[in-house]
């Protein structure tokens, strides 16, 4: 159901080993990255990559104290001078800097290959952007430094001597990514820990009569400092739940006693109201109702609008567009997430759940064997698989401070259902998803096309059943119930989630984001 962009060359270890060879034979092109002339963001990346995928020679960027080699054909992009810049890992690129608050990114991104991010280790900031990472890894080490082969095919470390964090990600094979790791290495002992290039750029010997140009790369500081995260400015949101009934008894004193009794009232009509609205229309949205706002975080399903998109917005950006919606998903991890998330930490969550959003954690690892996608399960590992994405997912939802109970969605993407032997794979990791995320303590989930995952594992004997789906058809029908591939007795009442329009942009509030359209009747967090 996604359409990933993938990239135009897909590069083999061969090939991209090849081409860091030609380095020994070709002196390092050093491109001094914020020394050049203030010229558009686009200008910049057209100047290191030479804006032809395959054609350019391996270079030398330096940032911070780093001289890194640029694989030939690889991206380079400066956040610093592009903030709106989406971190993709579906294509060869190396990303420099932090991303802005609201990343231009696709609705959703699903694949990966080799990438690599480096940005400054602020401690000072929260995880996700760029603070330290506890693996760290000393200069003297990068030209022996061993990837770790990971479930998420995910590295994360930081070079104290540098204070750069560097996250790299691969496909399938963790020896690509760890070779041009081990190109990196500190430049002169004098430029470490700066944040700019050296003043002097090697590569422009034809300006040097232009002094001027170094003092430009100030400019492109001031959006290093995106000032979105800060923004909410509702620190005394997250006490939403508990405050309607404390204020009212605390404050009153000896008098209003009888006042605050007022208030529970609306918690005994809670009930026959849940199930009247199992006889509304499916798929209407609740009409925004502030007073019953906390009650109906104390459930398990919601029923409203939502949307997904590939990197969670700036927290700005979600208040802008909560008038609008009810439930938002974030993508918490996964081998196949091809977007990287600056925004997502624990702060984040705590402070969308306390806008009155409710989320759909959304985990997405290895694809069927028969899927489009390049990271993939086998009929042999599928059992074995399905476990650990379990265990991972688990582990980071704890990370982001999710509580136990709450539903994971595994993203299974559309794949060759009539492939028996394929359908038989995507049947057993989804059997072991369930059963092992249900022993982490979160309720299992599946998000899938209804044309594929929903309607296989709907129809199959003999294995453990997702809580709740997610299906995807985008007929445009905003509807949960009387889908012609999903008989409506499976998995009711609240246990459902449609996305019925594909990748779009919406602007509310004033805010512009590409997502996908969803219609809730399901669990949510």
Known sequence: ?????????????????????????????????????????????????????????????EYRGLRFTVPAGWEVHDLDRDPSRCVRY????????????????PARLVGRTEAVHLQPADRARPAGHGRASRTVVHGAQLATFELPQTVDHEARFTVPEADVTITGVYGTDPAALQQVLRNTRLAAASNVGSRTSPPSAPPMPSTPPVPSAPSVPSAPSAPSAPSAPSVPDLPSVPELPSVPSAPSVAPAGLAPPPVPSVPPPPSVPSVPSELAEQDMPDGRPEQPDAAAQPLLDRRPWVRGKGFDTCTA????????????????????GGAARGCAQPNLTKRWVRKVRDMGYRITPTYVGLQAPCSSRPQKFTAKNAASQGAKSAVDAARKARRLGIAKGAPIYYDMEAYKSRNPGCKAAVLRFVDNWVRRLKKTGYTPCLYSSVKSGIRDVGRADGISRPVAVWFANWDGRAKVYGDP?????????????????????????????????????????
């Open 1 to 61: 159901m996604r359409h990933a962009v993938q990239s135009s060359a897909v590069w083999s270890r061969a090939a991209l080993f090849g081409g860091l060879a030609v380095l020994a034979a070709v002196p390092p092109v050093v491109a001094a990255v914020r020394t050049s002339s203030a010229r558009p963001a686009s200008h910049q990346a057209a100047a290191l990559s030479d804006g032809r995928p395959g054609a350019d020679a391996p270079r030398v960027v």
């Open 90 to 105: 579906d294509r060869h690129a190396v990303y420099l800097g932090r991303p802005g608050p609201q990343p231009d990114c």
């Open 313 to 332: 917005p700036s927290l700005a950006a979600m208040k802008a567009w909560r008038p609008s919606f009810k439930v938002t998903n974030i993508y918490i």
């Open 485 to 525: 591939f999903m008989p409506d007795h499976w998995w009711r009442p609240h246990r459902r989630i449609k996305q019925y329009r594909g990748g779009h942009k919406e602007k509310h509030g004033g805010v512009t984001i590409n997502i996908d359209s969803n219609i809730v009747d399901g669990r949510v967090y």
